[in-house]
């Protein structure tokens, strides 16, 4: 056989071997998929069924263009989105200088003080809500504290605004950023740090010219897991909003408990599902993290 015909059979044992293992792949995968399929794609596709159904129970577009006509859902998603944006913001101003403290502790002395961040996880999220709605509220402990040490002299409203929601959602979200970001800084090598001080930097430059891009990976990850989930908020804004902050989440429980409608609720739900997929895509695409920290080099 010439070496043309080996060649030819090769390729084909070699085509037919990588054929058999990603059939192989697809049959350890199936239960995994079909997991998928029952917990996420079903209940999604219903979802996208119920948005479909107007009043009468007939398929429409009914509830989409109540959406467009009415400037309400307008506000509601304008809302939505300008609490998640403010409370990412807020979480990268506080979380960043945090993050960076516990990195530059002592790993036993880190892990002590990593505690602090970890212990809103243990308390229910309603708990911690109302133990704000007691504090921010006109007579709440922050109010008094302050009027007793003359910081102000009558009670500021703290609560049942936007002030109230941000300082609850921060509190509850800003482990979500700590976390990776901390996870971030500590896999950065002190090797960097110590070439670009032998190469005349400061501390100032070695920060902003070496640490922090190479802390951009945690901070972009906990910044999109934290916009993400406020996105889908409903017990704080409820509580500490007073129903002067309204959000899609708790539009969506008002359209079931009051009007019965999981037509328009539905519809609600595919809107916000299609912007956070659309979120999603634009920041992977923006961003590309491996190009803005080298990691695509090679």
């Known amino acids: 056989m010439s070496a043309a015909g080996d060649t030819a059979l090769n390729a084909r044992l070699l085509q037919r071997d990588a054929s058999v293992e990603r059939w192989s792949l697809l049959g350890l995968a199936s239960p995994a998929i079909l997991v998928v399929m029952v917990v996420m794609v079903l209940p999604v596709g219903w979802l996208f069924y119920l948005s479909f159904l107007g009043d009468d129970g007939q398929f429409s577009l009914e509830n989409y263009n109540r959406m467009i006509e009415s400037k309400a859902y307008g506000r509601i998603f304008w809302t939505t989105f300008k609490v998640s944006v403010l409370t990412t913001l807020i979480c990268i101003l506080i979380g960043y ?5 516990l990195a530059q502790l002592p790993s036993r002395m880190a892990n002590i003080c990593l505690l602090t961040v970890l212990l809103p996880f243990w308390t ?7 133990a704000w709605l007691v504090l921010l509220q006109r007579k709440g402990l922050l109010n008094r504290w302050a009027m007793d040490i003359g910081l102000w002299d009558e009670p500021v409203k703290l609560v049942h605004n936007l002030n109230g929601t941000l300082i609850g959602m921060v509190h509850i979200m800003l482990p979500f950023l700590v976390l990776p970001l901390y996870g971030s800084m500590k896999a950065i090598s002190e090797d960097y740090m110590k070439a670009s001080s032998n190469l005349g930097a400061g501390p100032v430059q070695t920060f902003w ?12 990850a906990g910044a999109l897991i934290v916009f993400v989930l406020c996105l889908g908020f409903f017990v704080t804004p409820a509580v500490l909003g007073g129903g002067r902050v309204i959000m899609v989440a708790m539009q969506i429980t008002t359209n079931i408990e009051l009007f019965f409608n999981w037509g328009a609720a539905s519809a609600l739900g595919v809107v916000l599902l299609i912007l956070t997929l659309g979120i999603l895509f634009a920041a992977s ?7 803005i920290l080298g990691g695509g080099h090679g």
């Open 97 to 101: 200088p945090l993050a960076y403290f």
């Open 124 to 130: 229910s999220l309603l708990v911690r809500t109302y």
């Open 209 to 220: 010219h070496v640490f922090f891009p190479l802390s951009l990976p945690g901070l972009f």
């Open 285 to 291: 695409r923006a961003l590309r993290l491996d190009n």
